[in-house]
């Protein structure tokens, strides 16, 4: 079942998911379910009530196996779907073998990286509610700015609710992501995330005087904050795994979940409170000192760094600055650049959109584009294309630098406290000097956009490898050790090309290398495959070892993630063959084209000893072979 079919026609993945479950005896004979690279792995209570029959017919299933006390349903590259069909029918599939646990078995690298990724598969399941709601926000401001509606009636007050409430609660989107990620309690996450945007607790932002049995609390705002919620969720994924290992089972359910609410949220209040407020009101009056002193270095400061604040929560720190500033003169200089770090991300996730080939990637950038630049929201930009991509955020930020220092040397400043964006222009006429204004945010939308379209960015579909004879596809060998028919593999869907064409590799080195330049779409945290795709559409499936998932990432070192773009060559994976042997799994690994239907045979198949970068096989085309007959 290829994967366009499972996109369009849900009811083939409908019927697929229903079938199996009733064909394994119903969810009541099931004791686990998990999955890994292409199978669904059930463990049967009753084997006797497996209608193995029913279950291999069904459509969608490649195959079926029974190894290492396990029932297993080959469905292919769309096992992912299917089992999360499954999952949502029953109370199965706890743990995939695809989604072990991210904060332990995550992307490898430095810590700049490490942050990025884990901020971005945190963020990846909200950026379409962001960048719908943002979307809405930006044409609720274009309405009134237009008078196309008035902002005083009910109407807009209902619409200006739908647009702002998740981002205004975006704590509680986090925890649950966030819960996931780190493998902590929802619902836990969830209570802890309450209580950041709980009515009074809000209210106390700002108070004096606040204390916590008589230790003082500096109250800050944590509406629509996001760092708090996720240092927060990664403690408290380590204090509940220590809270049931050490608490009696009788009691352990209920009483976790008090422990860890009374100890973790005024713990955010006493110290990630403060400390965030230190570091923040520090800032602000650091810049604010630089403005008076040398304007045009605040506002490359501010236009640079600004977006950076927000993704850490520091900006609350400059908004008594900004209204302190607004009081006295009736002008904040300090909000001028900030157009500039607003629009040069938009700007920026502009050029994404001129030039990705990745049609994902392209309608997310999209209403970003559109959101950034009317209503100056630019979460869905900064956490959906920008960040992940890494290089649009860097140019945003320098955008951002240079506008902003131009803005600010012309001396223009805001006479209102407004969201920076195009429609809120009109807050800076009227101050300082027109031309640099208009320099400034020129600056800041055209560099962003031209050094992302020009020098552009790790697109999944842009960085392609060379094709044979425009068509057939040359897989290099990634592994040193001896080449192997695909049907001496000890394991019978394997064998038998089930899931398609392909030649076995038995290492002799743990080293695992990329066959060509290709996108990373599956990185399986336990690290026992890997799946490639080339940039004409073919799907290449490395497997370490039979059964190896079971391991649990023991003796595997993952050195890519998933989205990430490999050239041929590049080390993808470490694992140790000594242990994994001695722990009683064959390490032999099959390398095979996993759309079959699209090359649907090969050709030279290599024999005997290889070293990585040699010749492999050629995956054949089906247009190749019908030029042939």
């Known amino acids: 079942m290829s994967r366009r079919k499972v996109n369009e026609n849900d009811g083939l993945l409908q019927d697929c998911k229903c079938a199996v479950l009733k064909g394994v005896g119903g969810e009541e004979n099931v004791q686990s379910l998990v999955h890994c690279a292409t199978r669904l792995r059930f463990v049967i209570k009753d084997d006797a009530k497996v209608d193995k029959v029913a279950v291999k017919a069904t459509p969608g299933v490649i195959a079926t196996a029974e190894a290492g006390g396990q029932y297993q349903v080959v469905i292919g590259n769309e ?24 904060a332990q078995d995550g992307p490898k690298g430095n810590l700049v990286n490490r942050f990025i990724a884990m901020i971005s598969a945190i963020f ?3 950026v379409w509610a962001l960048a719908g709601t943002g979307l809405l926000k930006a044409f609720l401001a274009a309405a009134v700015t237009f008078a196309w509606i008035d902002n005083t009636t009910t109407t807009y007050t209902i619409l200006n609710a739908l647009s702002d409430a998740f981002i205004n609660f975006l704590p509680l989107a986090l925890a649950i992501t966030a819960a996931k ?11 802890i995330a ?12 700002g108070v004096p005087g606040i204390t916590f049995f008589g230790i003082p609390v500096t109250m800050v705002s944590y509406v629509s904050s996001v760092i708090p919620i996720i240092v927060i969720v990664w403690l408290q994924s380590h204090g509940e795994r220590f809270l049931y290992a050490a608490l009696p089972a009788a009691i352990r359910r209920f009483v976790t979940p008090m422990i860890i609410v009374i100890i973790l949220v005024p713990l955010t209040f006493l110290v990630i409170g403060p400390l965030s407020n230190l570091i923040s009101t520090g800032l602000a009056g650091g810049i604010g000192w630089v403005f008076t002193v040398v304007p045009w270095l605040g506002g490359a400061i501010m236009g640079g760094l600004w977006q950076v604040f927000v993704i850490f929560g520091l900006h609350w720190g400059f908004v008594p600055l900004m209204t302190a500033e607004l009081q006295s003169t009736g002008l904040i200089y300090i909000t001028a650049p900030l157009f500039a770090a607003v629009l040069a991300q938009a700007a920026a996730v502009a050029g994404v959109w001129v030039r990705t080939r990745n049609s994902n990637l392209k309608s997310l950038a999209a209403p970003a584009t559109l959101s950034g630049f009317l209503a100056g929201i ?16 860097v140019f945003g930020i320098v955008g951002g630098v240079l506008g902003g220092a131009l803005i600010s040397a012309g001396g223009v400043a805001a006479n209102a406290f407004v969201l920076p964006s195009l429609l809120a222009l009109p807050a800076l006429f009227g101050t300082g000097n027109t031309v640099m204004l208009i320099l400034g945010l020129l600056v800041a939308i055209i560099v962003p956009f031209g050094l992302t379209v020009i020098l552009g960015f790790k697109d999944p579909v842009n960085e392609v490898a060379a094709v044979v004879d425009g068509t057939d596809l040359e897989v290099l060998s990634p592994l040193d050790g001896t080449a192997v028919a695909l049907s001496e593999v000890p394991d019978a869907v394997f064998a038998g090309g089930d899931l398609g064409k392909g030649v076995a590799i038995i290492p002799r080195v743990g080293a695992l290398y990329a066959p060509f330049d290709a996108l990373v779409v599956a990185a399986f945290p336990t690290g026992h495959a890997i799946g490639l795709q080339h940039a004409d559409g073919a799907d290449v499936l490395i497997h370490v070892g039979i059964d190896t998932v079971k391991l649990g990432g023991k003796y595997f070192s993952l050195k890519v993630e998933k989205g990430q773009q490999v050239k041929a060559g590049d080390l993808l994976l470490e694992f140790d063959i000594k242990a994994i042997t001695t722990a009683g ?14 090359y649907p045979t090969i050709g030279s198949p290599a024999a005997g000893p290889v070293a990585h ?13 019908a030029t042939a007959k």
Do not use: C
Not at 80 to 99: H, M, W
Not at 585 to 598: A, L, Q, R
């Open 378 to 393: 630019t979460e869905p930009a900064i956490y959906g294309v920008n960040l992940p991509l890494k290089r649009p955020f």
């Open 585 to 598: 799994y064959d390490i032999t690994t099959p390398v095979i084209i996993t759309n079959p239907k699209k």
């Open 79 to 102: 096992v992912p779907e299917v089992f999360a069909e499954i999952t949502k029918i029953s109370k199965l599939g706890g743990t995939s073998a695809s989604d072990g646990r991210a």
């Open 181 to 191: 990620y780190f493998n902590a309690s929802q619902f836990t996450s969830l209570a």
């Open 124 to 126: 990846t399941p909200l």
């Open 613 to 625: 970068g040699d010749p492999l096989f050629l995956a054949i085309a089906e247009e190749e072979l």
């Open 194 to 205: 309450g209580s950041f945007v709980y009515p009074s607790i809000v209210a106390l932002n």
